[in-house]
C-alpha cells in the first residue's frame, strides 16, 4: 500500500533551519509528486508547495517564497522540505502527501513531523 | 488566510445527518474539483471525497459530496461517535496556482 513516512520531531532556535523528509513506497515514486502542507497548533491547514519527482520541476505557495525549498532523492523515493529562517510562527506539525497540484488531491498523507520553534 | 469559508462548527444527534457547506470563488471551487478530508484528533488528514463526489476505496456512502457554483457541501449520514473530527474542503485555485484549503469544521457527536 502507498506509504509516505516523515522523520521525527525537532526543535529549533528562531533563525535556524529544518530539514524534513518523507520516504515514500508503495508505488513508483517518480510517477507523482510531492506535496508539503503545515497545520499551527489549533490551526488549519496550509499548503507550502508541491515538487514533481520527476523532474523536479517545483511549485511554491507565495508566501513562503525565498524561504522554502523542496527536493527529492529519486534513489531512495524520498523528498526532503527545507525551511529556512524559521520563526515562532512556523512552529506546526508539517505534513508530505503525495500529489496535491492541479487535479490531483493531496492523498495519502505522511504521519506528521512536529517542528517547534522556540529561544 | 484561507480562500474557502466552512462553518466552524455543526452538531447532531447519533444517527442523523449534518451538511458542511464550502464557500469559494470561480477561481477555485466555481472551476476545479473539490475534495473533502476527515482530521481525527492527532492524526493526519484524511481522504473522503475527491472530485467533488467521489468516493477512495473503503470509505462509506455515509459520506457524500456535491458541487455547486462557487459552493460545495459535504452531507454525513448515520453520524456515530467515531465521526467527530475536523473537516476541510479543499481545492485547486487557479488564480493563485497553490492548493486551498477551507478553514475548518469541527463535527460534535451530541
Known amino acids: 500500500q502507498v506509504q509516505l513516512v516523515q522523520s521525527g520531531a525537532e526543535v529549533k532556535k528562531p533563525g535556524a533551519s529544518v530539514k524534513v523528509s518523507c520516504k515514500a513506497s508503495?508505488?513508483?515514486?517518480?510517477?507523482?509528486?510531492i506535496s508539503w502542507v503545515r497545520q499551527a497548533p489549533g490551526q488549519g491547514l496550509e499548503w507550502m508547495g508541491w515538487?514533481?519527482?520527476?523532474?523536479?520541476?517545483?511549485n511554491y505557495a507565495q508566501k513562503l517564497q525565498g524561504r522554502v525549498t523542496m527536493t527529492t532523492d529519486t534513489s531512495t523515493s524520498t523528498a526532503y522540505m527545507e525551511l529556512r529562517s524559521l520563526r515562532s510562527d512556523d512552529t506546526a506539525v508539517y505534513y508530505c502527501a503525495r500529489e496535491g497540484i492541479s487535479l490531483h488531491p493531496p492523498d495519502p498523507w505522511g504521519q506528521g513531523t512536529l517542528v517547534t520553534v522556540s529561544s | 488566510q484561507s480562500v474557502l469559508t466552512q462553518p466552524p462548527s455543526v452538531s447532531a444527534a447519533p444517527g442523523q445527518k449534518v451538511t458542511i457547506s464550502c464557500s469559494g470563488s470561480?477561481?477555485?471551487?466555481?472551476?476545479?474539483?473539490v475534495s473533502w478530508y476527515q482530521q481525527l484528533p492527532g492524526t493526519a488528514p484524511k481522504l473522503l471525497i475527491y472530485d467533488n463526489n467521489k468516493r477512495p476505496s473503503g470509505i462509506p456512502d455515509r459520506f457524500s459530496g456535491s458541487k455547486s457554483g462557487t459552493s460545495a457541501t459535504l452531507g454525513i449520514t448515520g453520524l456515530q461517535t467515531g465521526d467527530e473530527a475536523d473537516y476541510y474542503c479543499?481545492?485547486?485555485?487557479?488564480?493563485?496556482?497553490?492548493?486551498?484549503f477551507g478553514t475548518g469544521t469541527k463535527v460534535t457527536v451530541l
Open positions: 508503495g508505488y513508483t515514486f517518480t510517477s507523482y509528486g
Open positions: 515538487i514533481s519527482a520527476y523532474n523536479g520541476n517545483t
Open positions: 479543499g481545492t485547486w485555485d487557479s488564480s493563485l496556482s497553490a492548493w486551498v
Open positions: 470561480s477561481s477555485n471551487i466555481g472551476n476545479n474539483y
